[in-house]
T-cell receptor, first 114, second 113 residues
Framework: AQSVTQPDIHITVSEGASLELRCNYS??????LFWYVQSPGQGLQLLLK??????LVQGIKGFEAEFKRSQSSFNLRKPSVHWSDAAEYFC????????????FGQGTTLQVKP | DGGITQSPKYLFRKEGQNVTLSCEQN?????MYWYRQDPGQGLRLIYY???????QKGDIAEGYSVSREKKESFPLTVTSAQKNPTAFYLC????????????FGSGTRLTVV
């Protein structure tokens, strides 16, 4: 069965510092991978997605993620964090773009120190 | 602008009452989903529908019911059989192919007192 693990429940970084949020997935075939961000009391917004091709994916708000098949990982990165990046981040996976049903990780809460 | 509208944003109900959460989309997406979100538990799938007049149970369907009579609408009823209904409920829709990905509504926070 597919699963997604986000090892870090909570991360605190200083404003201006770099950020990496970890995501590991379990699935045999090539996965479709996503990162979403959620502000408190709001819905989720898509940051970026990987279907195929270049393993380094650029997203909105200055985020990027790298697909590493050998490590079953899809870590999210940002070179310099802004206070407005404080939110909850979810990694998600599915096996097909035609059958829906994303499987979500537990989420990582990002706190940004001034 | 296209999007998903969930209403109401906050809902209070007495224990034992059924309550229906609304979800409407104007994105012309075929598939729609309901998730429940509790602190520290991520998103758990309640029900999903890939086509009008058809829907499937997700991982935590007990105590919930849905209908999909129109492509644009996918209401969720939280019944009195749901043991712990207080939660944040998210509706999403998706298309297929290269543009695949979920679009989420802004959520409904249900509190049962």
């Amino acid at each position: 069965a597919q699963s997604v693990t986000q090892p870090d429940i909570h991360i605190t970084v200083s404003e201006g510092a770099s950020l990496e949020l970890r995501c590991n997935y379990s699935y045999g075939a090539t996965p479709y991978l996503f990162w979403y961000v959620q502000s408190p009391g709001q819905g989720l917004q898509l940051l970026l997605k990987y279907f195929s091709g270049d393993t380094l994916v650029q997203g909105i708000k200055g985020f990027e993620a790298e697909f590493k098949r050998s490590q079953s990982s899809f870590n999210l990165r940002k070179p310099s964090v802004h206070w407005s990046d404080a939110a909850e981040y979810f990694c998600a996976v599915t096996h097909s773009s035609n059958t829906g049903k994303l499987i979500f990780g537990q989420g990582t809460t990002l706190q940004v120190k001034p | 602008d296209g999007g998903i509208t969930q209403s109401p944003k906050y809902l209070f109900r007495k224990e034992g009452q059924n309550v229906t959460l609304s979800c409407e989309q104007n994105l012309n997406h075929d598939a729609m989903y309901w998730y429940r979100q509790d602190p520290g538990q991520g998103l758990r799938l309640i029900y999903y529908s890939q086509i009008v007049n058809d829907f499937q149970k997700g991982d935590i369907a007990e105590g919930y019911s849905v209908s999909r009579e129109k492509k644009e609408s996918f209401p969720l009823t939280v019944t009195s059989a749901q043991k712990n209904p207080t939660a944040f409920y998210l509706c999403a829709s998706s298309t297929t192919g290269s543009n695949y990905g979920y679009t989420f509504g802004s959520g409904t926070r249900l509190t049962v007192v």
